[in-house]
């Protein structure tokens, strides 16, 4: 079983930065594939990044450039640096936990544990 807790959401304005965090229960967080997903209202929750147990990363395209996931697995933190923040980028940022350690997993199916979300809101 793994816990999974966000932070570092909030109120931003356009072109602004943020670093949400994501903290982990358990000893064996350094074999899971780390995931960001996103929800605005109205919509499907979508992909935005992914690191793998090895560090390969994964990305939403129109985020690639903006976006940076990173972790640190002394810490069982798993990092999405976001610049340049946009309007469009307002949603509730969900951290996920994928057991299989695998890179290229884009889809909410893929993974096992989900965290309860931090929202960001990009607003001038």
């Known amino acids: 079983q793994v816990q999974l807790v966000e932070s570092g959401g909030g109120l931003v304005q356009p072109g602004d930065s943020l670093r949400l965090s994501c903290a982990a229960s358990g000893r064996t967080f350094s074999r899971y594939t780390m995931g960001w997903f996103r929800q605005a209202p109205g919509r499907e929750r979508e992909f935005v990044a992914a690191?793998?147990?090895?560090?390969?990363?994964t990305y939403y395209q129109l985020v690639k450039d903006r976006f940076s996931i990173s972790r640190d697995n002394a810490a069982n933190t798993v990092y999405l640096q976001m610049n340049s923040l946009k309007p469009e980028d307002t949603a509730v940022y969900y951290c996920?936990?994928?057991?299989?350690?695998?890179?290229?997993?884009?889809?909410?199916?893929?993974?096992?544990?989900w965290g309860q979300g931090t929202q960001v809101t990009v607003s001038s």
């Open positions: 996920a936990a994928d057991s299989t350690g695998l890179a290229y997993r884009i889809r909410s199916s893929d993974y096992d544990y």
């Open positions: 690191i793998s147990r090895y560090g390969g990363s």
